[in-house]
Structures are given as structure tokens and as C-alpha cells.
């Protein structure tokens, strides 16, 4: 069913790119622990070094997983916006093609969450 605004609806939409004084939305998502209902946002610089999100900004926010201290970083399998990548950990988030809204998933192998429950 289509669905018509009514006369004057305005669309103000918040989460543009100029809304976040230089900074851009990026979302980072961690496979198979579902102790983490969704993937975490974060306002982050384009010019972030993909090693300072890994370990600078996920610690914040998946640390309290008992499997995150386990993580072998060289093993991580990485997904951007739905496709396999390999990020260059000294390149900026943006040289490793993060933009705006970007979702970052990362699954770890041989860690199925908690006791293998995937939470």
C-alpha cells in the first residue's frame, strides 16, 4: 500500500552527515553474540584509523563480553555493507571505504559466544 504525506509534512531528517560536526555514523556489529541485540552506533571521524576503532572505540562497547578478550584480531572475518572485506588497519576509515551509515560486521572464529550459545 502506498503511502501519501499529508500537505506540508516536512521531512526533517537528523541523522544527515552535516548533523554530526564532522564526525559520521558508523555501525559495528559483532556475528553470533547476541548478547549485543543490535550493532552499536558510533559518531566517529572519517579520518579515524581503522586500528583505533578496533582498539580505542569496540572495548567500550563489546569489552563486557567474556569472549571479546579471547578474540584473535588476525582471524576476524570482516563485512562491510554486506560485503567481505579486509580492512588496512593503518588506513583512515574512510580509505578503507567507511562512509556515512556504514554498517561493520565481524565475525570471530572459533568463538560462538557464551559456552557456544552465541549469546
Same mark, same amino acid.
Given at each position: ?6 500537505? *506540508?509534512? @516536512?521531512?526533517? &531528517?537528523?541523522?544527515?552527515?552535516? /548533523?554530526? %560536526? ?29 586500528? *583505533?576503532? @578496533?582498539?580505542? &572505540?569496540?572495548?567500550?562497547?563489546? /569489552?563486557? %563480553? ?31 571505504? @567507511? ?21
Amino acid at each position: 500500500m502506498a503511502i501519501i504525506a499529508k500537505d *506540508g509534512y @516536512v521531512d526533517n &531528517v537528523r541523522d544527515r552527515v552535516e /548533523n554530526f %560536526h564532522g564526525n559520521q555514523l558508523v555501525y559495528v556489529g559483532w556475528d553470533d553474540h547476541l548478547l549485543f541485540s543490535a550493532a552499536w552506533a558510533f559518531p566517529l571521524p572519517p579520518e579515524m584509523p581503522f586500528q *583505533g576503532l @578496533v582498539s580505542e &572505540v569496540m572495548p567500550g562497547s563489546f /569489552n563486557d %563480553h567474556p569472549d571479546f578478550e579471547k578474540i584473535d584480531w588476525t582471524s576476524v572475518e570482516w563485512v562491510l555493507d554486506g560485503k567481505s572485506f579486509l580492512p588496512d588497519m593503518d588506513k583512515s576509515l574512510k580509505d578503507n571505504g @567507511v562512509g556515512h551509515k556504514s554498517l561493520i560486521r565481524f565475525k570471530t572464529p572459533g568463538l560462538m559466544g557464551v559456552n557456544g550459545t552465541r549469546l
